[in-house]
């Protein structure tokens, strides 16, 4: 049983409240006067731990965030101050005495989420480091959690954000937003990093304990709010909230995978849905295309009514691939195309592309749908083959093994 | 903060001598020297003759040893350098990107270690 007061419940309610929303900001506002990732991680450790204490006593103060980052600003210059190396300490303590002795009313403490963001999705460090460190760093997410996700162990993931850490104030990555000239290329990794958490999501299903889809949509939404009126991040929001809003339906009642097509509509998350066209309106009305615009152009046209507009996904996917001149969406290219009828261009614009998709499953399943509508039949099965033993999950080889026993023997 | 800028290419990639896009590269470096020289980083800056001039120096159970040719075998050499001081990485990458081995080999950009506890 337990004795706890309903103050010190209350306190640990109210911490845990602030850790969850505002970490994120209280790390970036950390890093950004300790200059220190590290460090900033530990200070805001142990100001958590001491506000159970005192905040059990007295309650909560009238402002928590306030409180933390005053009392792991306290924390880090007395760490200073253990090991001080004179005059360069010295200058570096009395910046942070004035921060500290400010006073630090939530709506006060300047917002450095964007900087922070920005750092983690910084192109120098691997593309998984970023994924993990913003993970960790923005959205707070523990080393296990993140580790889980990328099914690595938990020291391996723990050297991994280190490395990423020490790279950061090695090489000195600068915490800041880039200039104009910089600007397009960052946002565009940043976006990519958000769009990779929510596919590792989407993949792994609603049943793990950190639900990555809500997480990716959190940080696409706060970017939203710290750069407003920028087409590309509402462009991938509206990518994000169009897709989220069909996870229902994705999978039929007999477990397997459903293309939007053959989806039940009723399923279909209706706010989501209108939030997102509305998003994407709102972006290509700005006139500043991008390729996350045009990826949630396609996964709008794909959800038209009554049903996909393949001719414009074809047309749509055309242009994608002037921003991203990969195999990949070459394929997705020829798909649509097939699809808007035009099966044989489709299969020819296939065949260039072989030898650098062999290892990629969805074009073999792409291809073995295409021979089969060709009625090149013996093909196709082949193809469906490779592609159900390549297959990711249960799912997707249950949708495959249909289309293949839906073959003329 | 100082950075090294290590300039590697593969030497039968790189434009010959006597055509356009070699007066183009030779170009290129003398611009982002200039430019270099102008904005007032530039602390170093030098190019290595060809491999075929290197010696590697090792000392093994006590010996040294000499051999002729370079320590790595691989395609692309280290054909020459920069050390830049500068704010921060970015400014750093931003003048390696000006680098025209960039358009055929690879060039790595390294921060110099720091010996001065006071700075860490």
Known sequence: MTTAAPQAIAATKALEAVMRDDRGRLMAALISRLRDWELAEEVLQEAALSAVSHWGRAGPPSSPQGWLLKVALRKAIDRMRGGAREAKKAAAMAVLAKAEAEEMEAAHIPDERLSLIVTCCHPALEQKSQVALTLRTVCGLTTTDIARVFLDSEPAMGQRLSRAKAKIAKARIPFAVPGPEAWEDRLNAVLTTVYLIFTTGYTAGPDEPRDLCAEAIFLARLLADLRPAEAEIEGALALLLLTDSRRAARIGPDGATLPPAAQDRRLWDAPALAEGRALLDQALARRAPGPFQIKAAIAACQMADPGPDWPQIAALYTRLYIHEPTPVIALNHAVALAEAGYVTEALARLHPLDAALQAYQPYHAARAALLARAGRHDDSRVAYDRAIAMAGSLNDALFLSKGRDALPR | ?120
Request: cysteine-free.
């Open chain 2, 1 to 120: 903060m100082q950075y090294m800028i290590l300039i590697y290419s593969d030497p039968t990639s790189e434009p010959a001598y006597g055509t356009k896009e070699f007066d183009a590269m030779m170009g290129g470096y003398f611009m982002l020297n200039e430019r270099m020289k102008a904005d007032g980083v530039l602390k170093a800056g030098e190019a290595l003759q060809g491999i075929e001039t290197a010696t590697s120096v090792r000392q093994r159970g006590g010996k040294v040893e000499t051999m002729d040719g370079p320590f790595a075998e691989t395609k692309e050499h280290l054909g020459g350098y920069y050390l830049i001081d500068v704010p921060d990485l970015d400014t750093a990458l931003k003048y390696a990107a000006l680098v025209p081995a960039v358009a055929y080999g690879t060039v790595e950009v390294r921060p110099l270690m720091n010996y001065n506890p006071m700075d860490n």
